[in-house]
């Protein structure tokens, strides 16, 4: 009897085992961004889009290496040109840890969203924050 048990604990076990490697081998880590305040340290609000009325969510998709490195971008939405390529010129100084799966790195796209927003026209007054997906 004792040993019907113990087979079946056994089986048991070795099942449960099997799931958690499957499941930790599909299971992935997101990369983190780990300088976006050093990143976009030279961002300025543009003063054209200030004086237009511009503001609104530029959202950009970031390929990262497995080293952690920025790969490439693609701009995803934009409100408007003007603020897309005040970001674009800081997309290539991210870092970032990489995405693992298991204990291997691997290549990711993260989603990041600039999001500028006028506050005061004259004296002009703004803000820009972050957001980030994935």
């Not at 976009?40 to 490195?69: M, N, Q, R």
């Not at 004296?123 to 972050?130: G, L, N, Q, R």
Request: glycine share 6%.
């Amino acid at each position: 009897m004792y040993a019907h048990i113990l087979g079946l604990l056994l089986v048991l076990t070795l099942g449960w085992h099997q799931a958690t490697a499957q499941t930790n081998r599909g299971s992935q880590t997101p990369a983190r961004f780990t300088n976006v305040d050093e990143a976009f340290d030279p961002l300025k609000y543009p003063a054209k889009a200030i004086v237009k009325g511009i503001e609104g969510t530029v959202k950009a998709e970031v390929s990262i290496s497995e080293a952690g490195e920025y790969l490439t971008h693609n701009i995803v939405s934009t409100p408007d040109e003007i603020l897309s390529l005040q970001v674009e010129k800081c997309l290539p100084s991210l870092t970032c840890e990489p995405a693992m799966e298991g204990d291997t790195a691997v290549e990711s796209v993260k989603v990041l969203e600039v999001h500028f927003r006028i506050i005061k026209k004259f004296p002009a007054k703004t803000e820009v924050t972050f957001t980030f997906e994935g």
